[in-house]
């Protein structure tokens, strides 16, 4: 066991609840609150790292699930790491592949040693052990590994979720003692449902592993907007003030400022870019959509105060006739503008907290605040 | 009646039959021979304009047919024309729609007036007429319009070859007569299959309307390589040599030089497009298929020659994930690079001419000889 040492986070301001911080990573600082764009296969779908830094994304979120069955380890490393293979000089969060394989639901089988599984592509069989997702992710390279957990469907009943975070810690505190590269930080990931003191003992668990940041998981798996920034508050309260929190899964702009508001600092969801591929635009006047007849000839930018390439370059009108064409740019154009709005909202966000103004920015923000209605499928 | 005169052309070099010139255009001027990328539905299939402008293309291809059914005419003319519409600063060429409006068959119902068909997104009826094909383009403000022509499958019987030249020339001169905007320069089109009679007959009738640049059609449409080869070189050489010659639906590396050798200009086809969205990346060693199991380990970038934004960032191995794992930055990535090599192929084609050693570089590049196997489908 190693301590993990190549990064560190510094809490440059708080207003509130909300925190304002620098993450130092082994690819450089993020300043938090950030959303990292979600690459599943190592690819932010039909965005390049161009683009990404365009918007000046410091972070993306890849997974050890996926990645894991293609193009697997040996590939990645044979290839010189996950950042060359997808020639991304910033930092990358793996997930563990926990959420992936409790998805799988028929096809997996938990024990105390880890959770054997099939693969979704060819069927088959996988073990992923606190160790083996350890090893995997420090193989790849990556800046943060998360821990293996166990999350847990909601609702639940309450020896299911007990069980979920007694595994939890013990997976927490094997893959700590697993670790061997310095420059990838382990995040432990806080379990435990609605269920405040299940999530009590899970953070203390947690914390006592001393590790370098925490994420509040098991959460935005179908409760209500309201429970859900309860429980991310009371968990992000349970865990150090030194450390870096990061919420998993969220997501749209009423639960990332509410979770800001609660005191966290990271973010991930796949919702800005499966939006982009479905025809729904974030803006600040709501999500719009792009099949609606109203957008065939308006001569407007998705959103008017909005600084990115897409809004600067084309019409309302023109990315909605890409859509009834069913032409690619539509959907790698409106991805584009999707996380280049929510950097936006992040930097609005973290200027308002340096700035002593958080709770009048956000309490103003009724048009951010509107959007986010039920996520398109595909 | 209007002259066409926004447009010009002028020859600077010729090496054998193969010519090197620069056309002017109202949206600037075009270095040929020239290759130019097809945007069918207003937008060239994955990329931006910025994307484009990186290789330097200086004219891309729309479609009369596709955007009169959608978005339309009068959607276009609201946004400010087609430049503006897809946000494209530089040239546009539309063809006419001729040529997909015979591939519907059945759908057609040929007239000396025009031609009446049924869209293929909704049933509605439609006709194409000489007139209003020119009145439309105009509308779009493009800097190149086709004449409408009949566009004959091969092989077909004499009687309809002639029938198709006969009424393809008529059609241009009523073309020529509804010209209204000097910007908009009138390219008419020569048939006549693989008859050396009725294409004689077609240049002859065409070339008398004085345009201000002709095109070779009818071909690419099944015949084989050897006999594209000699029907362009033989329809090129019946046309000014102070007019530009564009040699429709055209296409591989080998087609590309054979045409250049019998004097042909410009170009223009699917192909590189769709074999990028296909996994099929053209290269100097010939097309590659990254479906193959051997690319899944290869550090190489595609072409080690290239000098695209593709080749410098991505592996092969990259590339051929995306593909494996159906990301569409595969499709968009490749797109680009297969466009950006047959630009750089083209400026290579043009600078050979240009010093006199046209012969040897054709004769040189048996790499380049050896792309081009069958077009796959989608």
Redesign the interface.
């Known amino acids: 066991m190693i301590a993990g040492s190549a990064g560190s986070f510094v809490l440059r301001a708080t207003d509130g609840a909300a925190r304002r911080g620098t993450l130092s990573l082994a690819h450089g600082e993020v300043e938090t609150p950030a959303f990292m764009p979600v690459g599943t ?3 932010v ?5 161009d683009d990404l830094r365009a918007f000046d994304t410091r972070i993306i979120l890849a997974n050890t699930y ?1 990645l894991w069955m ?2 697997g380890r040996e ?1 990645i490393e ?3 790491g996950l950042h060359a ?3 991304w000089d910033r930092n990358i969060l793996t997930d563990s592949g926990g959420f992936q394989v409790f998805s799988l639901e028929s096809r997996r089988e938990l024990s105390e040693n880890g959770v054997r599984f099939r693969s979704h592509l060819d069927g088959s069989q996988h073990e992923f052990t606190p160790e083996n997702v350890v090893a995997f992710q420090e193989a790849l390279g990556v800046d943060v590994a998360m821990a293996l957990d166990v999350c847990v469907k909601l609702p639940a009943a309450q020896a299911e979720l007990d069980e979920a975070v007694r595994l939890t810690s013990g997976w927490a505190a094997r893959c700590a003692a697993a670790r061997t590269r310095p420059q990838t930080q382990l995040f432990g990931i806080v379990q435990g449902g609605l269920d405040e003191r299940a999530r009590e003992r899970s953070a203390r668990d947690l914390v006592a592993l001393d590790l370098p940041g925490y994420a509040i998981g098991g959460l935005s798996v179908g409760e209500s907007r309201e429970e859900l920034a309860r429980m991310s508050r009371f968990s992000a309260a349970l865990l150090p003030p030194g450390k870096p929190r990061y919420l998993m899964g969220v997501g749209t702009l009423p639960d990332l400022f509410n979770a800001i508001d609660g005191g966290v600092d990271l973010f991930d969801c796949v919702y800005p870019t499966r939006c982009g591929r479905n025809g729904r635009a974030l803006t600040r006047a709501g999500d719009l959509n792009l099949d609606n007849a109203q957008f ?2 308006d ?1 407007r930018p998705l959103d008017e105060t909005c600084g990115c390439a897409v809004c600067a ?3 309302r ?2 990315l909605s ?2 859509f ?2 069913r ?3 539509g ?3 409106l991805s584009y503008h999707n996380l280049a709005f929510l950097a936006q909202a992040m930097a609005e966000a973290r200027a308002a907290i340096s700035e002593g103004r958080w709770s009048g920015f956000r309490d103003r923000t009724e048009g951010f605040a509107s959007t986010g209605g039920p996520e398109p499928a595909g």
Chains 1, 2 share one sequence.
């Open positions: 296969a190592a690819t779908k039909g965005l390049t790292p996926h293609r193009p590939t044979a290839l010189g293979f997808m020639s065939v000839r001569a370059n084309y019409t009108a023109y006739h890409l009834r064409a032409e690619m740019l959907p790698r154009l």
